[in-house]
């Protein structure tokens, strides 16, 4: 029970970002573009956001990052500032938030969003400038920036001048450049060439080591598989997943043999995982915990004799996708 | 933060060649052009005109007068309709040199001139009768060679630089009425308030392309950015008021072959510079602010500057202007702009200036804190696209 609690009190700590049922409306809509989300960003994570246009991808991540105020709801932002005297907690009044997004939050959008006309480096002298950064540092934050983005050799280009993968890579150096905690990224390798692409997903799986927290949408499933640790999954501004995407894209299929001892398989099945329909000639076993996987093996393999067929298959990121957003559209269709 | 919020502003401004166009050249072009066009169309008009010198007997002061009005371009005492009579008094030679000896001068016009012509006429006049005084007094103090013929003499007078004093000295009427002077402030003021397309352009590429998005995300209120930009552009109006100012005073009237400006109070020519600009940048904020496309940016802010130039008497002098069109102009900052550069380059007092400083201050802090509250309400609209 202790060490239950102490799990769940280090799972606290490691949210970063809570938000909880929020609920926000466009003055010229009338339904809600966020309807009763909650979610939980995870620090040194990367969280991904997906769902078809007008699902409210892009309403969330405004109100995740403050650029929305929520109607209903709260949001709130975890501090453990190490050189403060105060005690690490969730900040919730919208004063502090404020503060804590200018320290901590950057955003890369989807446009290049800098002065095409500015040099590569002039467009970052200018951002840390704005950042209020120390001036002693200011030089040093520019080289690591413009190193860490690969950006050094073009430093004094034009950037109206650069390819579009060294824009995206420009537009990312600028996020860097305020030495953010929490990135915002929406399509960050849209328009580019394959070779820039994988550059830039290493880049991000790279920052993502350094402890940064990543929150990406993009409609490249395969980029958000490769990236992210969690998946939300929007539709119609409703969460319809919030899933891990490191344990739960497990499946089991098991067909049974017309044998009396298969109903004592399908009783124990029935028994560790109480949410199947163990009737079923063919039962798909979704494995939501990976500390399951032992006790059903163990099962399976008592009752060898029995089993037809055994398939183990790893959901992709599609199937998921796919698998939610029809079975919506399906119970939607019903209701009608 | 600011050196580089500038520095940022002046490159953009700089890199884009519409910007430095309509900034820059569109002003120059309209210097030039109007200078030249109104300098050619005076000295075509006073061609034609035919001036009627009556006096009571003719001595060798109206002898002179008679050359200098020549001079000046006018046909005089030509068999054919008069346009304008100048009486002279008897005795008149006799105060020639007396302080009220113009009292003794009549001038006047056939009706059929507008008030734009018998105001020409009237400084034209009043040069030549200062020449004709210049003219007596080197006669009297013995400068001129007795052997000199009357050509010779009018000569010297209209080459000696004394004239020139003569002329940049004059009543306000006289040097309000050169073509410089009345083309150069104007177009100067016109460059100055179009400002508004960088302005407005800059902001609405910024909210396109997400930099205002990303931006809100840094230590800077929107208050401090509008702050910002308003300085920034402020030094870009500067540099740009500091260059028309010296190519509109030194190289079109060079170029136009008209009367150079002499600014006769430096400082208050400066310190309308600072008002001129307040109030060109809060327009020019309070514009882009509103609009929300690059059409709406032209649209509303080159042709609300353009409706200001008309009605501010740019195009068309106010004073050929029928009355309730010319009242307006007294509510058209470009106009109280325009007026107080003329004040400062006649050379009024601050006292006299007062009043137009105080509209354009009211009239640009108006717009700042309007395009403020406008500016808020467009970030708060903002998210992720």
């Given at each position: 029970?202790?060490?239950?609690?102490?799990?769940?009190?280090?799972?606290?700590?490691?949210?970063?970002?809570?938000?909880?049922?929020?609920?926000?409306?466009?003055?010229?809509?009338?339904?809600?573009?966020?309807?009763?989300?909650?979610?939980?960003?995870?620090?040194?994570?990367?969280?991904?956001?997906?769902?078809?246009?007008?699902?409210?991808?892009?309403?969330?991540?405004?109100?995740?990052?403050?650029?929305?105020?929520?109607?209903?709801?709260?949001?709130?932002?975890?501090?453990?500032?190490?050189?403060?005297?105060?005690?690490?907690?969730?900040?919730?009044?919208?004063?502090?938030?404020?503060?804590?997004?200018?320290?901590?939050?950057?955003?890369?959008?989807?446009?290049y969003a800098f002065y095409p006309e500015l040099t590569v480096k002039q467009n970052l002298q200018y951002f840390i400038a704005i950042s209020e950064r120390k001036r002693d540092k200011q030089a040093s934050i520019l080289a690591d920036s413009l190193a860490q983005c690969q950006l050094t050799h073009v430093a004094n280009k034009k950037a109206a001048s650069l390819s579009g993968g060294y824009k995206r890579r420009l537009n990312i150096a600028i996020a860097l450049s305020k030495s953010p905690d929490i990135i915002f990224l929406d399509e960050p390798t849209v328009g580019i060439d394959p070779v820039s692409r994988q550059e830039i997903i290493d880049l991000l799986k790279t920052l993502k080591a350094q402890g940064k927290t990543l929150v990406y949408t993009s409609?490249?499933?395969?980029?958000?598989?490769?990236?992210?640790?969690?998946?939300?999954?929007?539709?119609?501004?409703?969460?319809?997943?919030?899933s891990d995407l490191t344990s739960s894209n497990m499946m089991i299929t098991v067909s049974f043999l017309a044998h009396q001892n298969a109903e004592t398989l399908r009783k124990q099945l029935q028994?560790?995982?109480?949410?199947?329909?163990?009737?079923?000639?063919?039962?798909?076993?979704?494995?939501?915990?990976?500390?399951?996987?032992?006790?059903?093996?163990?099962?399976?393999a008592q009752n060898m004799s029995v089993i037809k067929q055994l398939h183990f298959s790893q959901n992709s990121i599609d199937q998921l996708y796919f698998s939610v957003y029809h079975s919506k559209q399906a119970a939607q269709d019903g209701a009608c | 933060?600011?050196?580089?919020?500038?520095?940022?502003?002046?490159?953009?401004?700089?890199?884009?060649?519409?910007?430095?166009?309509?900034?820059?050249?569109?002003?120059?072009?309209?210097?030039?052009?109007?200078t030249f066009a109104m300098g050619e169309k005076?000295?075509?008009?006073?061609?034609?005109?035919?001036?009627?010198?009556?006096?009571?007997?003719?001595?060798?002061?109206?002898?002179?007068?008679?050359?200098?009005l020549k001079t000046s371009g006018f046909k005089v005492n030509q068999e054919e309709s008069i346009d304008a009579f100048i009486s002279i008094e008897s005795g008149f030679e006799r105060n020639l040199l007396l302080k009220d000896s113009d009292a003794q001068i009549l001038l006047s016009y056939s009706n059929e001139l507008s008030p734009q012509t018998r105001l020409m006429i009237a400084e034209l006049v009043k040069v030549s009768i200062s020449k004709m005084k210049l003219h007596a007094y080197m006669e009297e103090v013995g400068d001129f060679d007795e052997s000199l013929s009357?050509?010779?003499?009018?000569?010297?007078?209209?080459?000696?630089?004394?004239v020139d004093y003569l002329l940049n000295e004059q009543n306000q009427d006289q040097v309000f009425s050169a073509p410089t002077l009345y083309s150069i402030p104007s177009w100067l003021i016109f460059g100055i308030y179009f400002i508004v397309l960088p302005i407005s352009t800059t902001l609405i590429k910024e909210k396109e392309n997400g930099t205002l998005i990303r931006i809100q995300t840094y230590?800077?209120?929107?208050?401090?950015?509008?702050?910002?930009?308003?300085?920034?552009?402020?030094?870009?109006?500067?540099?740009q008021w500091l260059l028309l100012s010296l190519v509109g005073l030194a190289f079109v009237p060079w170029l136009t072959e008209q009367a150079l400006l002499v600014i006769n109070s430096p400082s208050l020519y400066l310190l309308s510079g600072a008002f001129i600009i307040a109030s060109a940048i809060g327009f020019a904020l309070l514009i882009a602010a509103l609009v929300n496309t690059y059409e709406q940016a032209i649209v509303l802010g080159g042709g609300i500057n353009i409706l200001m130039a008309a009605l501010s008497g740019f195009m068309v002098p106010i004073d050929m202007m029928p009355d309730a069109l010319a009242n307006i102009a007294n509510f058209s900052p470009m106009y109280w702009s325009a007026d107080i550069l003329k004040q400062g380059l006649a050379g009024d007092s601050f006292m006299q200036a007062v009043p137009n400083m105080i509209k354009l201050s009211v009239f640009g802090l108006g717009c700042y804190l309007l395009a403020l509250n406008l500016f808020i309400k467009k970030t708060n609209k903002l998210s992720w696209a």
């Amino acid at each position: 029970m202790v060490k239950q609690d102490s799990q769940a009190g280090q799972e606290q700590l490691d949210v970063i970002i809570k938000a909880d049922q929020l609920v926000f409306r466009y003055p010229s809509n009338d339904f809600s573009s966020i309807d009763n989300v909650t979610v939980a960003l995870k620090k040194g994570k990367c969280t991904g956001i997906v769902g078809p246009n007008g699902a409210g991808k892009s309403t969330l991540i405004s109100l995740l990052c403050g650029l929305l105020t929520p109607a209903q709801g709260q949001l709130s932002y975890f501090v453990d500032n190490e050189n403060s005297q105060t005690k690490p907690a969730f900040l919730t009044e919208a004063t502090n938030n404020q503060v804590y997004i200018e320290q901590h939050i950057a955003l890369i959008p989807q446009e290049y969003a800098f002065y095409p006309e500015l040099t590569v480096k002039q467009n970052l002298q200018y951002f840390i400038a704005i950042s209020e950064r120390k001036r002693d540092k200011q030089a040093s934050i520019l080289a690591d920036s413009l190193a860490q983005c690969q950006l050094t050799h073009v430093a004094n280009k034009k950037a109206a001048s650069l390819s579009g993968g060294y824009k995206r890579r420009l537009n990312i150096a600028i996020a860097l450049s305020k030495s953010p905690d929490i990135i915002f990224l929406d399509e960050p390798t849209v328009g580019i060439d394959p070779v820039s692409r994988q550059e830039i997903i290493d880049l991000l799986k790279t920052l993502k080591a350094q402890g940064k927290t990543l929150v990406y949408t993009s409609h490249m499933l395969n980029e958000v598989e490769q990236l992210c640790d969690d998946i939300i999954l929007l539709e119609q501004g409703k969460a319809l997943a919030v899933s891990d995407l490191t344990s739960s894209n497990m499946m089991i299929t098991v067909s049974f043999l017309a044998h009396q001892n298969a109903e004592t398989l399908r009783k124990q099945l029935q028994v560790l995982l109480p949410d199947i329909d163990s009737t079923q000639p063919q039962l798909n076993i979704k494995i939501a915990d990976i500390s399951q996987l032992n006790a059903i093996f163990a099962c399976l393999a008592q009752n060898m004799s029995v089993i037809k067929q055994l398939h183990f298959s790893q959901n992709s990121i599609d199937q998921l996708y796919f698998s939610v957003y029809h079975s919506k559209q399906a119970a939607q269709d019903g209701a009608c | 933060m600011l050196i580089q919020s500038i520095k940022k502003e002046a490159i953009i401004i700089l890199n884009d060649l519409h910007s430095v166009a309509v900034l820059l050249v569109l002003p120059i072009t309209f210097m030039v052009i109007m200078t030249f066009a109104m300098g050619e169309k005076q000295a075509n008009l006073v061609k034609k005109i035919n001036v009627s010198v009556l006096a009571e007997q003719s001595d060798y002061s109206l002898q002179s007068l008679v050359s200098y009005l020549k001079t000046s371009g006018f046909k005089v005492n030509q068999e054919e309709s008069i346009d304008a009579f100048i009486s002279i008094e008897s005795g008149f030679e006799r105060n020639l040199l007396l302080k009220d000896s113009d009292a003794q001068i009549l001038l006047s016009y056939s009706n059929e001139l507008s008030p734009q012509t018998r105001l020409m006429i009237a400084e034209l006049v009043k040069v030549s009768i200062s020449k004709m005084k210049l003219h007596a007094y080197m006669e009297e103090v013995g400068d001129f060679d007795e052997s000199l013929s009357m050509a010779e003499k009018v000569d010297i007078v209209n080459e000696s630089s004394s004239v020139d004093y003569l002329l940049n000295e004059q009543n306000q009427d006289q040097v309000f009425s050169a073509p410089t002077l009345y083309s150069i402030p104007s177009w100067l003021i016109f460059g100055i308030y179009f400002i508004v397309l960088p302005i407005s352009t800059t902001l609405i590429k910024e909210k396109e392309n997400g930099t205002l998005i990303r931006i809100q995300t840094y230590p800077i209120s929107n208050q401090q950015y509008l702050f910002t930009k308003a300085l920034s552009y402020s030094a870009v109006s500067v540099i740009q008021w500091l260059l028309l100012s010296l190519v509109g005073l030194a190289f079109v009237p060079w170029l136009t072959e008209q009367a150079l400006l002499v600014i006769n109070s430096p400082s208050l020519y400066l310190l309308s510079g600072a008002f001129i600009i307040a109030s060109a940048i809060g327009f020019a904020l309070l514009i882009a602010a509103l609009v929300n496309t690059y059409e709406q940016a032209i649209v509303l802010g080159g042709g609300i500057n353009i409706l200001m130039a008309a009605l501010s008497g740019f195009m068309v002098p106010i004073d050929m202007m029928p009355d309730a069109l010319a009242n307006i102009a007294n509510f058209s900052p470009m106009y109280w702009s325009a007026d107080i550069l003329k004040q400062g380059l006649a050379g009024d007092s601050f006292m006299q200036a007062v009043p137009n400083m105080i509209k354009l201050s009211v009239f640009g802090l108006g717009c700042y804190l309007l395009a403020l509250n406008l500016f808020i309400k467009k970030t708060n609209k903002l998210s992720w696209a």
